[in-house]
């Protein structure tokens, strides 16, 4: 279901029969608090292109069923566990995609123990640090294409230990930790950059569980054969 235009006062919508989905495209939503409050029946929503300075706490308010958000082309430079919190702790997929994004703080998703996919492509990260991810026990994939990183802190994946699929392509790392992989059960991994065979076979040793590894025009599949594009 896609609105128009938002009634942006509290419990708004709260008798409304609506549908389970509901996108928001170009709808302004500034200043919304709970419009949806006790809407059981909804598990999705997209907001898309609103104008927004700072992510809309707020607006998520009460919808307590909520597996699914996504959320792009905003301009909401910081991620906290207090912006994120109104979110449902039952989400399962978090796209938050091309919103400016240059600040995550420690521990912003940590309520989120059933998320199982994160994307943050296009956003303007420029380094990951310990704690950013800490608290994901259910996280799958993690997608971080496209962004401006350079530095990748040593321990910033080490609690992600269900992660299958990382990708780190279109970034501008000048170096990664020896151990950034290590201990990881990584099926699928892409990152870009410019590596020597040997320095990209010795990121990715540890990693008995890859299929495929793709560190900049360099390709390693799981039967340790390389490939370059």
């Known amino acids: 279901q896609e609105f128009r235009k938002l009634n942006l006062t509290e419990g708004a919508y709260s008798r409304f029969n609506l549908s389970t989905s509901l996108v928001f495209d170009g709808v302004n939503i500034d200043g919304a608090s709970g419009p949806f409050i006790n809407q059981d029946k909804i598990t999705a929503i997209s907001l898309i292109n609103n104008g927004?300075?700072?992510f809309p706490r707020d607006f998520f308010r009460?919808?307590?069923?909520l597996i699914y958000v996504h959320v792009f082309g905003q301009n909401?430079?910081?991620?906290?566990?207090?912006?994120?919190?109104?979110?449902?702790?039952?989400?399962v997929t978090l796209r938050l995609v091309q919103n400016s994004v240059t600040n995550i703080e420690a521990e912003a998703f940590s309520n989120f123990r059933k998320l199982k996919y994160l994307v943050l492509s296009n956003n303007r990260l420029t380094e990951l640090?310990?704690?950013?991810f800490s608290g994901l026990d259910s996280l799958e994939v993690l997608e971080l294409d496209g962004n401006k990183i350079i530095t990748v802190q040593p321990g910033t994946f080490a609690s992600l230990l269900k992660l299958r699929w990382l990708f780190l392509r279109d970034n501008l790392f000048e170096s990664l930790?020896?151990?950034i992989f290590t201990g990881l059960r990584l099926?699928?991994?892409?990152?870009s950059g410019n590596w020597t065979e040997d320095r990209c076979q010795s990121l990715l040793e540890h990693l008995d569980h890859l299929r495929t590894g793709t560190c900049g025009d360099i390709i390693i599949t799981k039967y340790t054969s390389i490939m370059r594009f």
């Open 177 to 179: 930790p020896d151990d």
């Open 52 to 54: 927004l300075q700072e």
């Open 62 to 65: 009460g919808i307590s069923n």
């Open 187 to 191: 099926q699928l991994l892409n990152f």
């Open 129 to 132: 640090q310990p704690d950013m």
């Open 76 to 91: 909401c430079p910081t991620l906290s566990k207090h912006l994120l919190s109104e979110i449902s702790n039952n989400i």
